[in-house]
């Protein structure tokens, strides 16, 4: 029996804003200036991705505010405002 491992909720949630927008890894790697292969890893939750680098893949793909906040809060790591700066960690650990 085999079983499956699910990306984290941040990798999935950033992998449906880049399919939403027909975007390929390669198109949305090199709007980020991010490596093909760290975004793959990204989606897939091989890479834990810094607040950072999800305010920028969300601003190059252009996501609505909602799911940026969603998106930051799946990773736990930060609040997006609209300055498009990360303001530290939601809630403490």
Known sequence: MSTTISPP????ELRRW???RALSQLALAGRAEVS???LSYVETGRSR???AMIVR???CSRCRWPSRTRCC???GSCRAT???RP???SSPR
Request: charged content about 25%; hydrophobic content about 25%; cysteine-free.
């Open 57 to 59: 893949l969300a601003e």
């Open 36 to 38: 093909t292969r760290h």
């Open 82 to 84: 609209r300055s498009g």
């Open 18 to 20: 880049r399919e939403q």
């Open 9 to 12: 909720p941040v990798g999935a």
């Open 49 to 51: 991705p810094t607040s």
């Open 87 to 89: 303001t530290g960690r």
């Open 73 to 75: 809060s799946a990773a």
